[in-house]
Nanobody, 123 residues
């Protein structure tokens, strides 16, 4: 499975960005895709996840009400709409997919990773 992430950039605080992650190659076993982020000097952390089987969504508390994750089954693509962005949202955002069990919030349960895309929010 290959994951191609796109959509990062520079935006002012309060602005919006939309990230996309397209999966290809053997996607039939993928039942969850997620976004993680890593700020300088910090560990990679869960942001949001999408469960294909029932369109379930999961969010870390700090982005609830501001970020929305969604999926397009026909395109094997997951989106992360980010609104009301804050400087603390600045990080490299990584797309991930998993075919293994366990929690969607745990990065160790993801077995496929895309390249990161930089999101920078200026104050």
């Amino acid at each position: 499975v290959q994951l191609q992430a796109s959509g990062g950039g520079l935006v002012q605080a309060g602005g919006s960005l939309k990230l996309s992650c397209a999966a290809s190659g053997g996607t039939g076993n993928i039942y969850s895709m997620g976004w993680f982020r890593q700020a300088p000097g910090k560990e990679r952390a869960f942001v949001a996840a999408f469960r294909w089987s029932y369109s379930g969504t999961y969010y870390t508390d700090s982005v609830k009400g501001r970020f929305t994750i969604s999926g397009d089954n026909a395109k094997n693509t997951v989106y992360l709409q980010m609104n009301s962005l804050k400087p603390e949202d600045t990080a490299v955002y990584y797309c991930a997919a998993r075919s293994a069990g366990g929690s969607s919030l745990n990065l160790n349960n993801y077995n496929y990773w895309g390249q990161g895309t930089q999101v920078t929010v200026s104050s």
